[in-house]
């Protein structure tokens, strides 16, 4: 989708769809009280029959109002005034383009943003104008004929400026947000695809791809001999059980000076986990194509790096694999020896992403990082502890905590920290390798945490847990391409843009 910019009088600005924001009870908000005075009046009369109060997500549409430049005026209730939010005004502007998206303009003019929400500025009210935009417009359509695509889809969205002084503030918020939106859209449909295509080769031919369209960007991919000659035992025992062949996926990108350390990050890429020869339930084991949506949202979180060319050096490592039970994959009680060289009890071939994660974040240390941070959907446990809202944060490091939480609330991609603390390690003790690879039910989110602590003591680090928040179940499955926005938002503050 296209985003442009334009001042001016509301009343005035000739376009398919003029989009306002009506409060509860009828109150209108500024740009539709101009409208409303422009039109005699007309617009409050309207509202008058009933058809809309104002509710959080309501939508109305007219036509050919008087004194008015737009074909259409498409009002969008906001909820109570007090309570206008950012998550109301998200939510105003999602209903907005799903109404849009069934109609013939094609284009609209957006001013849903005066006044601003609660505790949201310009800046920030325009990107996610953009994002929960280019969110509601995205249409997976890869494998099936789309019977329900709009006859005009939208594309192209004006967001209206109150002031012309802004519009530095906007153009920023405009790129920021596209360039979120589009790795977002990345890390969503390399979830949604099924785990017959998107295989570990298809994810290292993608990112290939992207090295190919950037300058900046060099993509080299391990197989699984150079992985083998590296010692990556974890890694490739999870991998013995698939025809598929693992693959290290590493993209540098050197928007950097040559002499900073980099920022890495890791992304469990298992494309496909049917839980090895610790074989899940039938159930919806379809979702576990979704266990690759970390280092589905790695990949996403660089092609946003990429698109605003981030004076940042990054790296990021995807262990890609899938996890199937064969004759020659893990038994419960095998011992495996990791690149680190400790040595791990299996205990569950189901808890195989702390396996290949753990040689990635082994081989990130030679990289000399200046912090690390690892996505995965790690463990149904976390999903108990937190819902479907938030992601898992677990770090030693205080300061890193704070940064990466905050970074979180002003992505609207949130993020709560759980605890880490060395009480929990005793779990993973065994009395036949250096670790077990899991610590049985009681806190099962903490424990895979402290497994992967165990090789990361090099260096800053974190650690994303993102199961809940990676897709959503039930009639509306589908990837979120959750948490490219929290990441690129890190990146962003990191290198004082925001």
């Not at 013939?104 to 800046?123: F, N, Q, S, V, W």
Request: hydrophobic share 40%; net charge negative; glycine share 10%.
């Amino acid at each position: 989708m296209e985003f442009k910019i334009k001042t001016g009088e509301p009343a005035r600005q000739k376009t398919p769809c003029l989009v306002l924001g009506v409060f509860e009870k009828r109150k209108l908000t500024g740009p539709a009280e101009q409208v409303d005075s422009a039109s005699d009046g007309r617009l409050s009369e309207l509202l008058k029959k009933g058809d809309l109060e104002g509710e959080a997500g309501r939508t109305l549409m007219l036509y050919d109002l008087p004194g008015v430049a737009a074909e259409r005026i498409l009002l969008v209730g906001c909820g109570k005034k007090k309570d206008y939010n950012r998550a109301t005004y998200r939510k105003a502007v999602a209903a907005a383009v799903a109404l849009l998206q069934q109609t013939r303009a094609g284009e609209a003019t957006l001013a849903l943003h005066a006044p601003l929400p609660d505790k949201t500025d310009l800046y920030l009210a325009l990107r996610d104008a953009v994002v929960t935009a280019e969110d509601r417009v995205y249409r997976y359509t890869r494998t099936k004929e789309d019977k329900q695509a709009p006859k005009a889809p939208l594309t192209r969205l004006t967001l209206w400026l109150p002031r012309k002084q802004d519009q530095e503030t906007a153009e920023r918020a405009l790129a920021h947000g596209t360039a979120m939106a589009a790795g977002i859209a990345l890390a969503k449909e390399l979830g949604n695809l099924p785990g017959n295509i998107c295989t570990p080769t298809y994810l290292a031919e993608t990112a290939t791809g992207l090295g190919e369209r950037f300058d900046a960007l060099e993509v080299e991919v391990l197989d699984e001999d150079a992985m083998a000659e590296l010692k990556m035992g974890a890694l490739l025992s999870v991998a013995r059980g698939s025809r598929q062949p693992a693959k290290l996926i590493l993209m540098h990108y050197r928007g950097g000076k040559p002499e900073a350390r980099p920022i890495v990050l890791v992304g469990k890429g298992l494309t496909f986990d049917a839980g090895g020869i610790s074989l899940k339930p039938a159930a919806e084991m379809d979702e576990m194509k979704y266990d690759m949506c970390g280092g589905a949202s790695v990949i996403g979180a660089l092609l946003a790096a990429c698109e605003l060319g981030l004076p940042v050096n990054l790296i990021g490592v995807v262990p890609a694999s899938e996890n199937l039970p064969d004759g020659a994959a893990n038994k419960p009680g095998d011992i495996v020896t990791s690149m680190s060289g400790q040595t791990i009890e299996i205990l569950n071939t189901d808890a195989e992403g702390r396996l290949i994660l753990c040689d990635a974040l082994t081989y990130s240390k030679r990289f000399d990082p200046a912090l690390v941070i690892d996505l995965a959907t790690l463990t149904g446990a976390c999903v108990v502890a937190l819902g479907k809202h938030t992601a898992g944060l677990f770090t030693p490091d205080d300061a890193l905590a704070t940064e990466i939480m905050r970074a979180g609330e002003q992505a609207g991609d949130r993020a709560w920290r759980m605890p880490l603390w060395d009480d929990y390690q005793a779990q993973i003790d065994t009395n036949f390798a250096d670790m077990a690879n899991t610590g049985g039910r009681d806190a099962g989110a903490i424990t895979a945490a402290c497994f992967l602590s165990r090789y990361t003591k090099d260096y800053r680090w974190a650690h994303l847990d993102i199961a809940g928040v990676a897709w959503v179940s039930g009639k509306e499955k589908g990837a979120t391409g959750r948490p490219v926005a929290l990441v690129t938002q890190l990146l962003l503050e990191r290198c004082g843009l925001v």
